[in-house]
T-cell receptor
Framework: DAKTTQPPSMDCAEGRAANLPCNHSTISGNEYVYWYRQIHSQGPQYIIH???NNETNEMASLIITEDRKSSTLILPHATLRDTAVYYCIVRVRQSNFGNEKLTFGTGTRLTIIP | NAGVTQTPKFQVLKTGQSMTLQCAQD?????MYWYRQDPGMGLRLIYY???????DKGEVPNGYNVSRLNKREFSLRLESAAPSQTSVYFCASSGYRLGVTDTQYFGPGTRLTVL
């Protein structure tokens, strides 16, 4: 699986959009970009994933550059409850009886400031 | 629908003691995983089970054994606990959607201290 690079920490004002960058310059054509977050040592929580098109769900938006070497997770209206460590992971989605091993780095610690 | 549950939530052991961490999921998922997370670190995969009856080693399997008891349950055993195994242990599961493995769902974790 490709390696990712994220800033160790970021701050964002409450109510503003939080933009979390991730560099994955060695990503392969069949690797997806996944985002998880971990709030205060709870179990990681899935946020969103994508292959090459931009994706949006009820939690966030994922913008992937055309060359797929980087991506940005956007939390449109950050709240205090969004304070967490955010992990960007790239991996192949296995078919049939494969498995989804996730390789976690150290992520970005996002602090939402009142 | 409880998702992924883990027991116990906290445990303190003495060096050399043994214990089993329990994990269960009610989402009818085929794959299950055990990770550990040390302070300030990301999660590391210990063992996984791609389907009932199969288990495989992950990144850090030494000192652990696992059992996939049935489709719902996946246990992690420490035969002789060591201080280096002090960590938070997370269980996760994933199913299939449209022929590929779906996203992974995590339990709340077990905080283990080995003295």
């Amino acid at each position: 699986d490709a390696k990712t690079t994220q800033p160790p920490s970021m701050d964002c004002a409450e109510g503003r959009a939080a933009n979390l960058p991730c560099n994955h310059s060695t990503i392969s054509g069949n690797e997806y970009v996944y985002w998880y977050r971990q709030i205060h040592s709870q179990g990681p929580q899935y946020i969103i994933h994508g292959l090459k098109n931009n994706e949006t769900n009820e939690m966030a938006s994922l913008i992937i550059t055309e060359d797929r070497k980087s991506s940005t997770l956007i939390l449109p209206h950050a709240t205090l409850r969004d304070t967490a460590v955010y992990y960007c992971i790239v991996r192949v989605r296995q078919s049939n009886f494969g498995n989804e091993k996730l390789t976690f780095g150290t992520g970005t610690r996002l602090t939402i400031i009142p | 629908n409880a998702g992924v549950t883990q027991t116990p939530k906290f445990q303190v052991l003495k060096t050399g003691q043994s214990m089993t961490l329990q994990c269960a999921q009610d989402m009818n998922h085929n794959s299950m995983y055990w990770y550990r997370q040390d302070p300030g670190m990301g999660l590391r995969l210990i063992y996984y089970s791609a389907s009932e009856g199969t288990t495989d080693k992950g990144e850090v399997p030494n000192g652990y054994n696992v059992s996939r008891l049935n489709k719902r349950e996946f246990s992690l055993r420490l035969e002789s606990a060591a201080p280096s195994q002090t960590s938070v242990y997370f269980c996760a599961s994933s199913g299939y959607r449209l022929g590929v493995t779906d996203t992974q769902y995590f339990g709340p974790g077990t905080r283990l201290t080995v003295l």
